[in-house]
T-cell receptor, first 114, second 116 residues
Framework: KNQVEQSPQSLIILEGKNCTLQCNYTVSPFSNLRWYKQDTGRGPVSLTIMTFSENTKSNGRYTATLDADTKQSSLHITASQLSDSASYICVVSLPSGGSYIPTFGRGTSLIVHP | NAGVTQTPKFQVLKTGQSMTLQCAQDMNHEYMSWYRQDPGMGLRLIHYSVGAGITDQGEVPNGYNVSRSTTEDFPLRLLSAAPSQTSVYFC???????????????FGPGTRLLVL
């Protein structure tokens, strides 16, 4: 069973609208929680990185929140653009030895229509 | 900086053939890793390295070998390709191998592999 669950699986919105993507995890304890954007046919690109002690992190129009008590994170996209059409992936990393091992969610596919 | 580069971009193999997927980074990063991405599944860690000469297994290491003779290069070897290894393979790197939460991880563009 995947320890990182993302919802919705896919989402279609109109350009200019806001949206929120969800990530629930059972991995514990964790070193950090990351959100990535992956364009079709490309590698993932880092959007935000949060430790368990942080509850919000912004990167331009992207804002990630984290509630370590409920083990939930969300990614809020403000004033969406056509270029936001992509898959958004939540990753929770477990400490392992001197490093950490990531567990990836399956992603939310976002389509922004004009 | 070129970042993380991968070659080839596409490859078709027959069952039983071997090949090496190349990965290089020019950012002097300690940590490098290989993932595979399959439809409907999250990326899964195959192998990783915390520095030259040091490698370890990830979640799905069977059928793959790695080595890290230099900081820059981290090749992934398929010993005897199987149809189950049809996937998109991503190499990634980040600066520090330790548990430092703020390190950005950079991914390569991927290699698309089809095993017939």
């Amino acid at each position: 069973k995947n320890q990182v669950e993302q919802s919705p699986q896919s989402l279609i919105i109109l350009e200019g609208k806001n949206c929120t993507l969800q990530c629930n995890y059972t991995v514990s304890p964790f070193s950090n929680l990351r959100w990535y954007k992956q364009d079709t046919g490309r590698g993932p690109v880092s959007l935000t990185i949060m430790t368990f002690s942080e509850n919000t992190k912004s990167n331009g129009r992207y804002t990630a929140t984290l509630d370590a008590d409920t083990k939930q994170s969300s990614l809020h996209i403000t004033a969406s653009q056509l270029s936001d059409s992509a898959s958004y992936i939540c990753v929770v990393s477990l400490p392992s030895g001197g490093s950490y091992i990531p567990t990836f969610g399956r992603g939310t596919s976002l389509i922004v229509h004009p | 900086n070129a970042g993380v580069t991968q070659t080839p971009k596409f490859q078709v193999l027959k069952t039983g053939q071997s090949m090496t997927l190349q990965c290089a980074q020019d950012m002097n990063h300690e940590y490098m890793s290989w993932y595979r991405q399959d439809p409907g599944m999250g990326l899964r860690l195959i192998h990783y390295s915390v520095g030259a000469g040091i490698t370890d297994q990830g979640e799905v290491p069977n059928g793959y070998n790695v080595s890290r003779s230099t900081t820059e290069d981290f090749p992934l070897r398929l010993l005897s390709a199987a149809p189950s290894q049809t996937s998109v393979y991503f190499c990634a790197s980040r600066g520090v191998a330790g548990i430092r939460a703020g390190e950005t991880q950079y991914f390569g563009p991927g290699t698309r592999l089809l095993v017939l």
